[in-house]
């Protein structure tokens, strides 16, 4: 035999023994799409009107529980988160109140402190005499009621405040009856003299 014809013949023993691939790959490929439509069809139930009702009462009954359970725990949470923010902000403030408390402070001892020292009463007294020489008498007034705040008996202070409700009344012709009040207490507790003397001048006037 000749080369040409043992290449041939070759030739011929691959496609005799050649597998057809093709065509078994399509076949299980077919087969594979048959078993999964067969396993995984879709099969639609009828139900009932008197059971589709229960269903849905079921659900309803569910939810209705649900949201019992919720508004219990609401409920739960309020009444138990309430008292304690209130204990905390009653703490918070009476802690503070209490802060500076002592019981064993003497009496002494306080009036030193809610006193204001002498160069603070002296100040407030050149503001009030500034405001009342600038007829500002309800400006006036405040200051002076600051330093009998603190000490009742100050005679410059109660001075002042006559003034200040004198020239006022004078001005605005208002608090005539509080204005002569308060000079005739001032002259009981101190006495008369030219000061004094001019405010009664003043208040006769405005009368």
Known sequence: MSFGGTVFAMIQSLRANARPKHHAYQSWEKSDRLIFKNKYKLV??????????QVKAKFKKEIEK????????????????????SFAIFQFFFNNSQKNYNPYISQKDKQITT??????????LNSGYDWLNQKHYKNAKFQFNRVLESNP?????????????VYECQT?????????????????????DASTDTLNAILKNVN
């Open 115 to 124: 006193d204001i020292n002498t160069d603070q009463i002296n100040y407030l």
């Open 44 to 53: 639609s139930k009828q139900v009932s009107p008197e059971k589709l009702k």
């Open 66 to 85: 649900e949201q019992k359970r919720s508004l219990r725990i609401t409920i739960a949470t309020i009444v138990i988160f309430i008292p304690l923010v």
């Open 172 to 192: 605005d012709k208002t608090n005539y009856t509080k204005a002569t009040k308060m000079l005739e207490d001032y002259i009981s507790k101190f006495g008369s």
């Open 153 to 165: 008996k100050n005679k410059a202070a109660l001075f002042g405040l006559t003034a200040s409700y």
